[in-house]
């Protein structure tokens, strides 16, 4: 699936329903999520994809577009964004998901754990560990929105790690079928890898790329 996250022929395999994204700061991550988009209403004449995610952190740093993308093309009008200012937003657009006559082929969040206030999650739920509790009951929430569709809708989070992998790990894992991390190979660019198949954790691939001159360019798939 990590050819989804570019503007280059896409695979046929099966997608999970829930995925994640994650990599470490200026890595070029909410450009892969924009590619993501861009791929998912491409695929259709008419289904939208939900682009979630805070306007002033989009504005002050906003995507770059792949290579060889018309900035004027039609499928941009199916790319609705959605502006939320904290976990309230994302837990009002999701429980009223079931009333929507369609569904959007996917729904994307930028930064999902951003939206957490470590003190505000801790005084409204009276626990030292409230932000931990408030977002597994919103990824509980999105959980069900999505099984709701039976498949019409995909939803992809991503997340910023320091480390080797998601900081917040242990909670992602109960809710999230695939999670794909993004490293930086020591000469500039950086490789996005995950599952190729979630039901096989044998077969992996990974994509190499760069961000370079407000674009962002595929350099390689990679078999490992």
Request: aromatic share 10%.
């Amino acid at each position: 699936m990590v050819e989804r996250f570019f503007a280059v022929e896409q695979s046929l395999s099966a997608e999970p329903a829930l995925a994640l994204l994650s990599g470490p700061p200026c890595c070029g991550k909410t450009s892969l999520l924009f590619q993501f988009a861009i791929n998912c209403a491409s695929e259709t004449s008419s289904g939208e994809v939900i682009f979630i995610c805070n306007k002033r952190r989009l504005e002050s740093k906003p995507p770059f577009l792949s290579q060889g993308i018309d900035p004027t093309s039609d499928v941009f009008q199916r790319i609705q964004m959605k502006y939320v200012e904290d976990e309230d937003g994302i837990k009002k657009y999701f429980a009223a998901f079931h009333l929507h006559e369609s569904f959007p082929v996917a729904v994307i969040i930028d930064d999902f754990a951003d939206f957490f206030s470590e003190r505000t999650c801790q005084n409204r739920y009276g626990n030292a560990r409230g932000r931990d509790l408030a977002m597994v009951r919103t990824l509980a929430l999105c959980k069900d929105a999505i099984n709701h569709t039976k498949g019409a809708c995909k939803l992809l989070l991503a997340d910023t790690h320091q480390g080797d992998s998601p900081r917040l790990l242990f909670i992602y894992k109960r809710w999230i079928q695939s999670i794909f991390t993004i490293q930086g190979d020591g000469s500039g660019s950086f490789i996005v890898s995950g599952s190729a198949n979630p039901s096989n954790r044998l077969v992996r691939r990974a994509a190499k790329y760069s961000v370079a001159l407000q674009y962002l360019v595929f350099e390689e798939m990679i078999d490992k």
